[in-house]
């Protein structure tokens, strides 16, 4: 059971470029998100979906684009990649209606654009 | 909206106690959680408060006061391994509604 998995670890980017972070889990959760996490900072939520064909704009959407085509995957798009961009990026999923409705987080991506 | 609110940084002795306190102002409520990242690392849930009091497990406590509006982690015989961020995050009322992260404690535990 690998939970949630996260593509690629690391990146560097320069200005301009574009790449998608990709996440799949395994545990049939409904509930998908991705959050942006700066150094001292908190988690923020970038987007979410509650299911297959259905995202949602979260605290800090400028600049990412998302897609939930299955329940296993929520890959994260960044079109014009900026120095603002660079953070680490986790993913991470949970079960609708689940007894405490626990995160289950991905490794981390670590985005550095250039 | 919502607010939380942790202190930034805290240090404590090895085996000693320690009280992370946590302060929100939310539109809505329904349930806190703490979670605990290593440096480098991933979150990982450490408890999950909904209903006013004590939930003990293990070596860690969480308190929830909703009244108040607060909440705090309780960290017994502190060990080195202890020393990570730890995150306070809400969730208002809605089922769908994503977790709202405070900016976390970074405890430092010394000998």
């Known amino acids: 059971n690998a939970g949630v998995t996260q593509t690629p670890k690391f990146r560097i980017l320069k200005i301009g470029q574009s790449m998608t972070l990709q996440c799949t889990q395994d545990m049939n959760h409904n509930y998908m998100y991705w959050y942006r996490q700066d150094p001292g900072m908190g988690l923020k939520l970038i987007y979410y979906?509650?299911?297959?064909?259905?995202?949602d704009k979260g605290e800090v959407p400028n600049g990412y684009n998302v897609s939930r085509s299955t329940t296993e995957d929520f890959p994260l798009r960044l079109e014009l990649a900026a120095p603002s961009q660079t953070s680490v990026y986790f993913c991470a999923s949970r079960l609708a209606g689940g007894n405490t409705g626990e995160l289950f987080f991905g490794e981390g991506s670590r985005l550095t654009v250039l | 909206g919502q607010n939380i609110d942790q202190p930034t940084e805290m240090t404590a002795t090895e085996g000693a106690i320690v009280q992370i306190n946590c302060t929100y102002q939310t539109s809505g409520f329904n349930g806190l959680f703490w979670y605990q990242q290593h440096a480098g690392e991933a979150p990982t849930f450490l408890s999950y408060n909904v209903l006013d009091g004590l939930e003990e497990k293990g070596r860690f406590s969480s308190f929830l006061s909703r009244s108040k509006g607060y909440s705090y982690l309780l960290l017994k015989e502190l060990q080195m391994k202890d020393s990570a961020s730890y995150l306070c995050?809400?969730?208002?009322?809605?089922?769908?509604?994503?977790?709202?992260f405070g900016k976390g404690t970074r405890l430092s535990v010394i000998a």
């Open positions: 979906s509650v299911g297959a064909g259905i995202t």
């Open positions: 995050a809400v969730r208002s009322p809605s089922g769908n509604t994503p977790l709202v």
